[in-house]
T-cell receptor, first 115, second 112 residues
Framework: EADIYQTPRYLVIGTGKKITLECSQT?????MYWYQQDPGMELHLIHY???????EKGDLSSESTVSRIRTEHFPLTLESARPSHTSQYLC??????????????FGSGTQLSVL | GEDVEQSLFLSVREGDSSVINCTYT??????LYWYKQEPGAGLQLLTY?????DMKQDQRLTVLLNTKDKHLSLRIADTQTGDSAIYFC????????????FGKGTKLSVKP
């Protein structure tokens, strides 16, 4: 059973609000990820981190930002939410020490709706 | 760049076998994976195969890998309604720092 948690599970918010999506893992994993998932299922990597104080942009340009001050915590922030940010956001982690066999563990996701 | 392709939908009857196919482009891929996503949940690793293997079996799941054709398949024997989900194929590109590349997912519907 994976120990990676995302809160909130669902969030409905008005345009222009600042929001932070929380992600925590208790597995001591170095690498963490944020994916945005279309209603059409496709996953888009928006941010990742190799460890504390490391943050990298993913393949899909995103107006969100991330921070990694502690190994277990990788929050994602939107400074000013817009309807185009409406999506499912999935957090994941993996153990870099596993080498090439990188198994990702996913949280249950945050479904964000911006009105 | 690297790409992973899979068909978007598959519908089968309960008790039949399901075969989900995936093709990839990176010939230096090391590991290939199948993830399952149930409604309202995150992805869960189902199984994986190393690139020097051509088959891996785990209970009802059989993974076949053809590295010459860059083709990966997932066979689910005796498919149940609980197998209805989205199945993602993913590859680990060659090199130690590359992120996993996911396909767009195949939605499996199992009819009773």
């Amino acid at each position: 059973e994976a120990d990676i948690y995302q809160t909130p599970r669902y969030l409905v918010i008005g345009t222009g609000k600042k929001i932070t999506l929380e992600c925590s893992q208790t597995m001591g994993h170095d690498k963490m990820y944020w994916y945005q998932q279309d209603p059409g299922m496709e996953l888009h990597l928006i941010h990742y981190s190799y460890g504390v104080n490391s943050t990298e942009k993913g393949d899909l340009s995103s107006e969100s930002t991330v921070s990694r001050i502690r190994t277990e915590h990788f929050p994602l922030t939107l400074e000013s939410a817009r309807p185009s940010h409406t999506s499912q956001y999935l957090c994941a982690s993996s153990d870099l020490k596993a080498g090439s066999n990188e198994k990702l563990f996913f949280g249950s996701g945050t479904q964000l709706s911006v009105l | 760049g690297e790409d992973v392709e899979q068909s978007l939908f598959l519908s089968v009857r309960e008790g039949d076998s399901s075969v989900i196919n995936c093709t990839y482009t990176d010939s230096s891929s090391t590991y290939l994976y199948w993830y399952k996503q149930e409604p309202g949940a995150g992805l869960q690793l189902l199984t994986y195969i190393f690139s020097n293997m051509d088959m891996k079996q785990d209970q009802r799941l059989t993974v076949l890998l053809n590295t010459k054709d860059k083709h990966l398949s997932l066979r689910i024997a005796d498919t149940q309604t609980g197998d209805s989900a989205i199945y993602f194929c993913a590859e680990r590109p060659g090199g130690s720092q590359g992120n996993l590349i996911f396909g767009k997912g195949t939605k499996l519907s199992v009819k009773p």
